[in-house]
């Protein structure tokens, strides 16, 4: 546990919390692996493909070795490559982008809405070409992007849809839980998550039997029985120490979501300053809130006040995708997409973890009030 007195900093996120009160279930999830030595694949794989699955309500669920490889062997898996084009929101970490590069396949930047700061529909449908194969969708910072509007897109020009789930483990739109809603869903479960291992891992759930098949082959050397490769193929399987501590840490998801839930929910309540503004929702949704983002005027000015007030902030994504220097190739220019490029430069991210306390989150809300624009 943290030490509310002597430690009077907030940081913006704290594992350490966390890993304490599991120690003694992770400790033991891992020595279990270790009796077995079942490090690649095997039962603890199995356990948590299957646990979170059912937690998803998928079909199927694959473990693979990062959110990175789960987005790359999904689109692979779909036949996207050489020439095609893939139309990613500009507002998400470049490794959506990436994953769309690294097949060969052109990454095409669509803007995001002003309010809701998820990918904008009207910006997807003016990007699409007969180059186009698929969209990614990116729940952003643990709310849902507008999935009816583009699967309606997909029906109409025949593309498939991907939703990266990176950020929103046990999100709900509409009933449904995200990862569930489009051709398949990709899921990090890099240590920062919501639900994180205690190194990389990923997954892709899907309700098609021979997409999932397809993402299991390649994730193993393009190999369904030892020594026979039907494909070209990779090595991004989970690790069985991973999927065990994922397996404890699964228990803890819904609680853990609802602490941060009432994080957000006091922060949204009570945080009255006309200079802070907040991501708009969607209608009948429920976020798995990852991050508590919020736009401010002067973002370096807000966080030097904050910085003296003990409380730290997170800045994410501060270069949208389409002006990153590795994609200065494509020919995007500044102004092009400008609600992303706005958010890029005005967003900041609160203190947001499921160990917050009440007093630091009062710290955070007074703090936030009283912010005038100057240092």
């Known amino acids: ?11 913006f996120f704290d594992l350490t919390g966390q890993q304490a009160a ?23 794989v199995e356990e948590f493909e299957n646990g979170f699955a059912d937690f998803l309500g998928a079909r199927h669920f694959a473990g693979v070795s990062s959110g990175s490889d789960a987005l790359f062997l ?31 396949a052109v990454p095409v930047f669509a803007d995001c809405d002003a309010l809701t700061w998820q990918m904008d529909p009207a910006s997807v449908e003016s990007r699409i070409t007969g180059k186009t194969r698929a969209m990614i969708g990116v729940h952003l910072y643990g709310q849902a992007f507008p999935v ?33 809603l489009s051709d398949a869903g ?6 920062s ?28 050397q393009g190999s369904r029985e030892p020594y026979v490769h039907e494909q070209t193929g990779y090595n991004m399987r989970l ?17 853990w979501n609802r602490q941060r839930a009432e994080t957000v929910r006091r922060y949204r309540e009570e945080i009255s300053n006309p200079l802070i503004q907040f991501q708009g929702e969607l209608a009948d949704t429920v976020p798995a809130w990852y991050l508590a983002v919020v736009c401010v005027p002067d973002r370096q000015s807000f966080m030097e006040y904050m910085e003296k007030k003990g409380i730290r902030c997170g800045c994410h994504y501060p270069v949208p995708c389409h ?29 947001l973890f499921p160990e917050l306390s009440e007093e630091e989150m009062d710290r955070v809300i007074k703090a936030c009030n009283a912010y005038s624009g100057e240092v």
């Open 74 to 104: 999904a689109l692979s898996a779909m036949g996207i490559g050489e020439g095609d084009e893939v139309i990613v929101p500009a507002n998400t970490f470049v490794a959506t982008a990436f994953a769309v590069s690294r097949l060969g």
């Open 22 to 44: 599991l120690h003694d279930e992770i400790s033991a999830a891992i020595d279990a692996v270790l009796r077995k030595a079942a490090f690649t694949g095997g039962p603890f």
């Open 148 to 180: 009816d509007d583009l699967k309606r897109l997909a029906k109409q020009y025949g593309l498939f849809l991907l939703e990266d789930c990176a950020q929103s483990q046990g999100t709900v739109y509409r009933g449904k839980t995200v990862g569930t």
């Open 193 to 220: 998550k919501n639900l994180g291992a205690c190194g990389q891992a990923g997954g892709v759930a899907s309700a098609d039997d021979e997409l999932d098949q397809t993402i299991r082959i390649l994730r193993s």
């Open 323 to 351: 002006l990153q220097p590795a994609y200065r190739s494509l020919g995007y220019r500044s102004g092009e997409l400008p609600n992303a490029e706005f958010l890029a430069e005005h967003c900041v991210s609160l203190p």
């Open 239 to 255: 690790d069985g120490i991973q999927a065990a501590v994922l397996s404890v840490k699964l228990r803890y998801l819904q609680k």
């Open 1 to 11: 546990m943290r030490c509310a007195v002597a430690c009077s900093e907030i940081p």
């Open 186 to 191: 990709c899921f990090s479960f890099y240590p």
